[in-house]
């Protein structure tokens, strides 16, 4: 089974930057998309193997998103310049591995392989 990956990120560049990255190494990837809102949607529809989270999309936090991974059991990873994103997207985010922004590319594949299991 091919492991799936939700990519939640604002920055366009970005998001196609870790998608590319991404689907080089076989996984699906689900999105990108740049707000809560349509996360979301996409959860409501299929269940990632994983997510890979910007925390601050604009004008909102991920918060949401972290919130419903959480309630379904999906692991997730943050993909953030902040080097404590529970102070800026509360404690639901703590403990979360964060792969920086930008992501190096090993550090990113190690960190999500390693969350699948």
Known sequence: MQKTVLVVEDEFTIAMDLQN???THDWRVIGPVAN???ALR???KELPSVALLDVN???ELVTPVAKFLKRHDVPFALASAYEKAEQIGGNILAGA???GKPAVERSLLATLNRLVG
């Open 42 to 44: 996409l959860l409501e």
């Open 57 to 59: 999309l604009g004008n």
């Open 36 to 38: 809560v809102q349509g």
């Open 21 to 23: 990255m991404l689907e």
């Open 97 to 99: 591995p964060n792969v």
